[in-house]
């Protein structure tokens, strides 16, 4: 999950890795680093903490150099610190790696180099790499490139790294395999990195590499590519879609509110070209290409991990309700090991908003080995889950920079709802009446969510209350169950605050052991659904002291009077409720988390995409 970046070229390389790393801080920022060549010097420096530290660090140091590679650690092997950050050296400290994902094998290897005589200043996996790399370069006396290759023949896990050698000031070789790596190319310079984010500022035009593949960018020769088998690959250049502008944050003080922000637009971006309000219909491209899979699917499997897991709960109830399919709602770390029953006419959706996580990605593989039919739902274009599924759906949702997802989870919850009224209808499952309902209302949510951050000031008011709370209960029934646990997982990603989320009424199965005075319960109860069932909950916390934070349909009286707070959503069908009920519930997490001073864009512990397992 550590972010990488590597540049070569005829500017100053420094300006343009320690931007990079500014921008792929998301993906990790235990420590930083970079390693520079120049006058026929390799300089590495390193520092624990963000990049901010590395940049204190490398004051008044030699940053000259037009070729460089830098790193940005969510550590995995070793703790966080200065020794533990990359880049590593080779023994020799001829060559330098920086390195994301994990080698598993590590500790054979590095049993083997011992007996070689090579020594280990760290406790990460990459350094045995690079230890590697230069052991079968000295004994078997090949160029870098082929080292790399022979090395990576041996290694057994997921790496995108980068390697610079000393004496070679106008070659970079980088590889990968279950990790993302991307390649940007400009006027005579290269760029690499994680993903497109450092990119965009300098070219729009990227070559992602694909699984297995070496590609060295060499000055004067340009970008090659082979696989770690030595077949020649042809380079497949692609344009990027986002701009510069989707990765600032645009006068607000963080990401996270930014993104919560641009829900209304990131939601009409998913439904543009898909919902027709005029001829009342919905078009879904990846549906239409594969229509008779679906209609004779005997059943879909989602695979996802958490936020992306909580959206695939919500699918699932679409999915059942309108197409009368039945649904299986996985999580990707459990699915790809358990063994699951997978059948030739099952439909496995995928879903990951970076379109890299290392779980979702392995499930595909399982899915598509077993003769599953893959359907990716993804953001990032061009990731490695769109290119390795069957069909899918891109939600347009735009560069999500803060750890925390919010406007990605409602893009996914937004493709999923139209995929279940698409199957519905073709198959007959759901009424007319109902389908065109859903769909008019569907088209107004953009609208409704501007409604509902209107009130941001007032839950930013009232969320110093809760500041104080070491736990809270989110309560939901229905749609509004997966609501709940998306709720509560947010207030415990940023502001580490102990949160649960339960269905409504299996709290009386225990959880209301806990509630008391000091115990804030949040509780999604809209006009409709199950309401007069979730008033009967609400007054079970009420006659037990508890705090009751309510999320209502404007114009409610009954649970609102329960309530100690209300945040009043516009009224909407069942089936739509998640996508108003979520935004009060992220903006409720950031202002606790902002009032508690935490970091709320790159909370403690948390990395962005989670490309390791």
Same mark, same amino acid.
């Given at each position: 999950?550590?972010g990488i970046?590597?540049?070569i ?5 420094y300006?343009i $890795?320690?931007?990079g ?5 998301y993906?990790?920022y ?5 390693a520079?060549?120049h006058n026929?010097n390799l300089n590495?420096y390193?520092?624990k903490g963000k990049v901010s530290?590395l ?8 940053i000259?150099?037009t ?7 969510w550590?995995?092997?070793g703790?966080?610190?200065?020794v ?5 050296f080779?023994?020799?400290e001829?060559l330098?790696?920086?390195h994301?994902g994990?080698?598993e094998n590590?500790?054979v290897?590095?049993e083997?180099?011992?007996?070689h ?10 350094e045995v790499l ?9 004994s078997?006396?090949v160029?870098l490139?082929t080292?790399?290759q ?5 290694v057994?896990?997921a790496?995108?790294i980068?390697?610079i050698?000393k004496?070679?000031p106008?070659?970079i070789?980088?590889?990968?395999k ?9 006027e ?8 497109? &984010?450092?990119?965009?500022?300098y070219?729009n035009?990227?070559?992602y590499?694909g699984?297995e593949?070496?590609v060295?960018? *060499?000055r004067?020769k340009?970008?090659?590519?082979r696989?770690?088998?030595n ?5 497949e250049?692609m344009q990027l879609? @986002?701009?510069?502008?989707q990765?600032?944050?645009?006068g607000?003080p963080h990401?996270?509110i930014k993104?919560?922000n *641009?829900q ?7 439904? =543009?070209?898909r919902?027709n309000?005029?001829?009342?219909n919905?078009t ?6 594969? !229509? *008779?899979?679906f209609?004779?699917?005997k /059943?879909i499997?989602i695979t996802a ?6 959206a695939? $709960?919500?699918g699932k109830y679409a999915?059942e309700?309108?197409a009368?399919?039945p649904?299986?709602?996985?999580y990707?770390?459990?699915?790809r090991?358990?063994k699951p ?5 099952d439909i ?12 979702? $990605?392995?499930?595909?593989?399982l899915a ?5 039919f893959?359907?990716g739902i ?5 990731s490695?889950?769109? =290119?390795?599924t069957h069909?899918g759906c891109? &939600?347009h949702?735009?560069p999500?920079?803060?750890?925390a997802?919010?406007k990605?989870f409602t893009a996914?919850?937004t ?8 199957i ?5 499952t759901?009424?007319q009446?109902?389908y065109?309902k859903?769909v008019?209302e569907l088209?107004?949510?953009?609208? !409704?969510?501007k ?13 110093k &209350?809760f500041?104080?709370a ?6 939901? =029934?229905?749609y509004?169950?997966p609501v709940?646990?998306e709720?509560a997982?947010k207030l415990?990603?940023?502001?580490y605050?102990?949160? *649960?989320?339960?269905?409504a009424?299996? @709290?009386?199965?225990?959880?209301i052991?806990?509630i008391?005075?000091? @115990?804030?319960?949040v509780?999604?109860a809209p006009s409709v659904? @199950? ?7 609400i007054q079970?916390? !009420? ?6 934070i309510?999320?209502?349909t404007?114009g409610d009286?009954?649970?609102?009077n329960l309530?100690?707070y209300?945040i009043f959503?516009p009224d909407?069908v069942?089936c ?8 009060p $519930?992220?903006?409720?997490a950031?202002?606790i ?10 909370? /403690?512990?948390?990395? !962005? ?5």
């Amino acid at each position: 999950m550590c972010g990488i970046v590597g540049y070569i070229g005829t500017k100053q390389a420094y300006p343009i $890795l320690i931007k990079g790393l500014r921008r792929l801080e998301y993906r990790g920022y235990d420590s930083a680093g970079i390693a520079l060549l120049h006058n026929d010097n390799l300089n590495v420096y390193k520092a624990k903490g963000k990049v901010s530290d590395l940049v204190q660090f490398a004051e008044q140091k030699d940053i000259e150099g037009t070729i460089g590679i830098a790193h940005t650690r969510w550590a995995t092997h070793g703790e966080p610190n200065q020794v533990n950050a990359h880049p590593h050296f080779s023994q020799s400290e001829e060559l330098a790696i920086i390195h994301n994902g994990i080698i598993e094998n590590y500790a054979v290897l590095k049993e083997g180099l011992k007996k070689h005589g090579y020594t280990f200043s760290s406790d990460t996996d990459t350094e045995v790499l690079i230890q590697l790399i230069e052991f079968i370069k000295k004994s078997n006396k090949v160029d870098l490139t082929t080292a790399v290759q022979l090395a990576l023949n041996q290694v057994v896990g997921a790496y995108a790294i980068a390697v610079i050698e000393k004496g070679q000031p106008d070659l970079i070789v980088a590889a990968r395999k279950g990790s993302p790596l991307v390649v940007g190319i400009g006027e005579d310079e290269y760029f690499l990195a994680s993903d497109a &984010t450092p990119i965009i500022e300098y070219t729009n035009k990227v070559v992602y590499i694909g699984e297995e593949e070496i590609v060295t960018l *060499e000055r004067g020769k340009g970008l090659k590519i082979r696989t770690i088998g030595n077949v020649e690959k042809t380079p497949e250049v692609m344009q990027l879609e @986002m701009t510069l502008s989707q990765l600032e944050k645009g006068g607000y003080p963080h990401f996270m509110i930014k993104e919560i922000n *641009e829900q209304p637009k990131t939601l009409s971006d998913s439904m =543009r070209g898909r919902v027709n309000i005029d001829e009342n219909n919905i078009t879904l491209a990846g549906f239409i290409d594969n !229509k *008779e899979k679906f209609l004779k699917a005997k /059943r879909i499997i989602i695979t996802a991990c958490g936020t992306s897991w909580h959206a695939g $709960l919500i699918g699932k109830y679409a999915i059942e309700e309108f197409a009368r399919i039945p649904v299986e709602v996985e999580y990707s770390s459990e699915f790809r090991y358990r063994k699951p029953v997978i059948n030739p006419d099952d439909i496995v959706i995928a879903i990951s908003q970076s379109g890299e996580t290392a779980d979702t $990605l392995a499930a595909v593989e399982l899915a598509k080995s077993k003769g599953a039919f893959i359907f990716g739902i993804c953001n990032v274009v061009g990731s490695s889950i769109p =290119r390795n599924t069957h069909s899918g759906c891109y &939600t347009h949702a735009g560069p999500e920079i803060g750890v925390a997802s919010t406007k990605a989870f409602t893009a996914q919850v937004t493709v999923l709802t139209m995929l279940a009224l698409i199957i519905g209808k073709e198959k007959g499952t759901i009424s007319q009446e109902d389908y065109l309902k859903i769909v008019y209302e569907l088209a107004r949510i953009p609208e !409704k969510i501007k409604e509902i951050l209107k009130q941001d000031k007032v839950i930013a008011e009232f969320s110093k &209350t809760f500041t104080y709370a070491q736990n809270f209960i989110y309560l939901g =029934r229905g749609y509004n169950f997966p609501v709940a646990l998306e709720g509560a997982l947010k207030l415990k990603e940023i502001s580490y605050i102990h949160a *649960e989320g339960y269905p409504a009424a299996e @709290m009386k199965h225990g959880p209301i052991a806990l509630i008391s005075q000091e @115990m804030p319960v949040v509780v999604i109860a809209p006009s409709v659904g @199950m309401y007069e069932k979730v008033v009967s909950n609400i007054q079970e916390i !009420k006659a037990r002291k508890g705090k009751i934070i309510s999320i209502v349909t404007e114009g409610d009286v009954v649970v609102s009077n329960l309530s100690d707070y209300s945040i009043f959503i516009p009224d909407t069908v069942e089936c739509l409720v998640p996508l108003l009920a979520a935004i009060p $519930l992220q903006l409720l997490a950031y202002h606790i988390a902002v009032v508690k001073g935490c970091d709320v864009d790159q909370p /403690r512990n948390l990395a !962005k995409s989670v490309t390791v397992e």
